[in-house]
């Protein structure tokens, strides 16, 4: 028997299922058509120049959205106001030793701070990171000491349509490959990330790993875990890798963590609350690492963070154990892909643990990638429904040094599934705008840049279409669904 938070109904459909009740709401914007549309003109087009405001549901991001329970609220109130010596982290320090199985932990203000850490430690210039896929912070803080990274994806990791269960594997022979060529010297670790968050929340196997594992240590490379959505990992584990079904998900995280000499973790995605943390049983590590949280972060029993948000995150890590909690997202997103899957939408399968994925190449054919099809889609969707999605292509992407967009590998739209924070009613009205915007592509065309920062130009760039297509778009919504929102 499983306890994953899907249901079947007499007619035999599966549905997900809310394992809570909801009892502290938020109000919601749900705006007429012509004021979504006039919305995004004012935001640029760009769904991160946007307000709460103006939108229905904010499938932008899971980063810090997660709804907490209220246990961890009320955890909150016990908080132990110390610069030093903290009972609020010694909760926190016993949290994660019963979670991840790991001794020596550090505090740290949020994940990018974790790999600020870290790779100051131990990236030098000439090193390679072997890694399944690179986050946006992690090539950055890679980079930042001088280091380079190397993504050592499967074959399967980047096709839109698949059937493979684990798309977050390292290609265990590109790696030997890699170590072969560069000298084990050159490798500070391998590092990898649990349900790959920019390839759609795709997950790692145990076997995978363990395999990983076997390398490292025939080299004696270090083999760091980026444990962010580790949670969501744990539980495709179980659903998806025989040897595992029987397993609890805390069994099954601690198999995970094993396997991993150091571990570092956003707490705005895994434990539902803010701040981060790096833990490991290896004490020289530890002492490695202690000195530079102290410089960068804060002492060791708060590292930036409030002593609130360290005890929501000592509740939220242990909750993390439960399958009817971590499997929420998965178990939405699942239900939103097949339904858009079945209807032909292109959408990136097997479903992950983070987001629906729309393939906007697939979707907008007729938009050339110079003109942005991921983020026209984007625009598009929010005028069809006041959903915002996030833009994952070349917009977020950069340009060669004659000036060229290095188009992105895939066009993709991201509607990001927060951990219990919408109902299915929600997510079938999502999945409802989404078909209707799909009869009606055709009216859909591109963008161009009017304002372009010169980096991270997917935050802050302003955008316009090339043609009057928004415009068109709402007179066609407005003609198809009267006096309704
Ligand atoms: C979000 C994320 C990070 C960075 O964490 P922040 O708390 O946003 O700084 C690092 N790695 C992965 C896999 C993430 O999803």
């Given at each position: ?303 930036g963070m409030s002593v609130r948000e360290i005890e929501a995150m000592a509740v939220g890590l242990r909750e993390t154990q439960d399958e009817t909690v971590i499997g929420q997202s998965p178990a939405f997103i699942k239900y939103l892909v097949e339904t858009l899957d079945a209807q032909g939408v292109p959408v990136v399968t097997p479903p992950g643990g983070l987001g629906c994925h729309v393939d906007a190449g697939g979707f907008l054919p007729h938009v050339p990638q110079t003109e942005y099809p991921a983020g026209a889609l984007v625009a598009a969707y929010y005028i069809a429904s006041g959903v915002r999605g996030m833009e994952r292509g070349t917009i977020s992407s950069v340009r060669d040094e004659a000036g060229n967009d290095l188009l992105a590998d895939v066009e993709l739209m991201r509607l990001a599934m927060p951990r219990r924070v919408f109902t299915l009613s929600q997510v079938k009205y999502a999945a409802d705008r989404l ?51």
């Amino acid at each position: 028997m499983s306890t994953s938070p899907v249901i079947k109904l007499a007619s035999g459909e599966q549905i997900p299922i809310e394992l809570h009740k909801v009892r502290m709401v938020q109000k919601l914007h749900l705006k007429p058509v012509e004021e979504r549309l006039e919305a995004v003109k004012a935001a640029g087009y760009n769904s991160f120049l946007m307000s709460t405001r103006d939108i229905f549901l904010d499938m932008l991001t899971d980063s810090g959205t997660n709804a907490m329970s209220d246990l961890q609220v009320s955890s909150m109130l016990q908080a132990d106001d110390a610069y030093a010596g903290s009972q609020s982290f010694d909760r926190v320090k016993q949290a994660v030793k019963d979670v991840f199985g790991k001794e020596y932990f550090l505090p740290v203000h949020q994940g990018r701070a974790a790999e600020h850490v870290i790779f100051q430690a131990f990236v030098s210039p000439g090193h390679v990171v072997p890694m399944n896929y690179h986050f946006t912070t992690t090539k950055a803080h890679i980079e930042l000491p001088g280091g380079k990274i190397d993504e050592i994806f499967t074959e399967e990791g980047l096709k839109v349509k698949s059937t493979f269960p684990f798309k977050g594997n390292i290609d265990i022979q590109k790696l030997r490959n890699l170590i072969e060529t560069h000298g084990a010297d050159k490798i500070p670790f391998v590092r990898m990330e649990a349900s790959t968050n920019l390839i759609g929340g795709q997950p790692f196997s145990v076997e995978n790993m363990r395999q990983v594992r076997a390398v490292c240590q025939q080299h004696n490379i270090m083999l760091l875990l980026d444990a962010s959505l580790i949670g969501e990992n744990a539980y495709f584990v179980k659903q998806r890798e025989a040897e595992f079904k029987d397993s609890s998900i805390g069994e099954i995280l601690h198999t995970l963590c094993g396997l991993a000499d150091l571990i570092y973790f956003s707490s705005r995605k895994v434990s539902s609350t803010r701040g981060g943390g790096i833990c490991t049983n290896d004490v020289r590590l530890f002492d490695q690492l202690k000195d530079l949280v102290i410089l960068y972060e804060g002492f060791l029993t708060y590292g930036g963070m409030s002593v609130r948000e360290i005890e929501a995150m000592a509740v939220g890590l242990r909750e993390t154990q439960d399958e009817t909690v971590i499997g929420q997202s998965p178990a939405f997103i699942k239900y939103l892909v097949e339904t858009l899957d079945a209807q032909g939408v292109p959408v990136v399968t097997p479903p992950g643990g983070l987001g629906c994925h729309v393939d906007a190449g697939g979707f907008l054919p007729h938009v050339p990638q110079t003109e942005y099809p991921a983020g026209a889609l984007v625009a598009a969707y929010y005028i069809a429904s006041g959903v915002r999605g996030m833009e994952r292509g070349t917009i977020s992407s950069v340009r060669d040094e004659a000036g060229n967009d290095l188009l992105a590998d895939v066009e993709l739209m991201r509607l990001a599934m927060p951990r219990r924070v919408f109902t299915l009613s929600q997510v079938k009205y999502a999945a409802d705008r989404l078909l209707w915007l799909y009869k009606n592509r055709e009216l859909v065309g591109g963008l161009r840049f009017e304002y372009e920062p010169k980096v991270l130009r997917f935050f802050l760039g302003r955008l316009v279409p090339t043609s009057d297509w928004p415009e068109r778009l709402a007179a066609k919504f407005r003609a198809d669904f009267g006096d309704s929102l």
